[in-house]
């Protein structure tokens, strides 16, 4: 089936260093996609997302960039510091008749080093 | 805004027994999706509501089930619990089926 992956389980970055997390989908029908941070104990908080009509979109200290040609999405946190500590999910979003759902990928573990 | 809020926070229950979980979406917000959370599997989708109709379900047994009231709240139903259900339960509720707000989830435990 279609699946939303990840191509690394944990990151770790210097505090201050810019950091870049990648994610592969593989549904072409997907238009919307999704940027999630979780913290330990907490529900996934929305980042940054993208519609399939964009290759890039940006906010503060992130930017996030599609690749429709490879399938590709990726996460870039500028700065990073130690409260970006958490687990990083990209989700797809695809319509197929009425129906609408995320797929999400298995998750990135960014730790930021002192 | 009030977010998304789940009751209850904590549950433990034993094997065979059923457990009802419940969900109160941002204000405004007409869609209401569950999602189970397990080391294991990651995030994988339960169902969604939107306007008290279930939209789309995702791969589960029929012993999970929901449903939504008018208000937009929505209870998740799993029953005959078995060891591997214990996860944690999120919610997300959206106004537009797109982007999706998550509540801080219900971690079911079951013994």
């Known amino acids: 089936g279609e699946s939303v992956g990840l191509h690394l389980p944990t990151l770790s970055v210097q505090e201050g260093d810019n950091s870049i997390i990648n994610c592969a989908y593989s549904?072409?029908?997907?238009?919307?996609f999704i940027w999630y941070k979780q913290e330990s104990g907490k529900g996934p908080q929305f980042i940054i997302d993208?519609?399939?009509?964009?290759d890039k979109r940006q906010g503060q200290r992130v930017t996030v960039l599609l690749n429709k040609t490879v399938k590709h999405l990726s996460l870039q946190i500028a700065a990073t510091q130690p409260g970006d500590s958490a687990v990083y999910f990209c989700a797809e979003n695809a319509l197929s008749g009425s129906a609408r759902q995320l797929t999400f990928g298995s998750g990135t573990q960014l730790t930021v080093l002192p | 805004k009030a977010g998304v809020t789940q009751t209850p926070r904590y549950l433990i229950k034993t094997r065979g027994q059923q457990v009802t979980l419940s969900c109160s979406p941002i204000?405004?917000?007409?869609?209401v999706s569950w999602y189970q959370q397990t080391p294991g599997q990651g995030l994988q989708f339960l169902f969604e509501y939107f306007s008290e109709t279930q939209r789309n379900k995702g791969n589960f047994p029929g012993r999970f089930s929901g449903r939504q009231f008018s208000n937009s709240r929505s209870e998740m139903n799993v029953s005959t619990l078995e060891l591997g259900d214990s996860a944690l339960y999120l919610c997300?509720?959206?106004?537009?089926?797109?982007?999706?707000?998550f509540g801080p989830g219900t971690r079911l435990t079951v013994l």
């Open positions: 997300a509720s959206s106004w537009d089926r797109r982007e999706q707000f």
């Open positions: 993208i519609r399939s009509n964009m």
């Open positions: 204000s405004g917000h007409r869609s």
């Open positions: 549904n072409s029908a997907s238009d919307y």
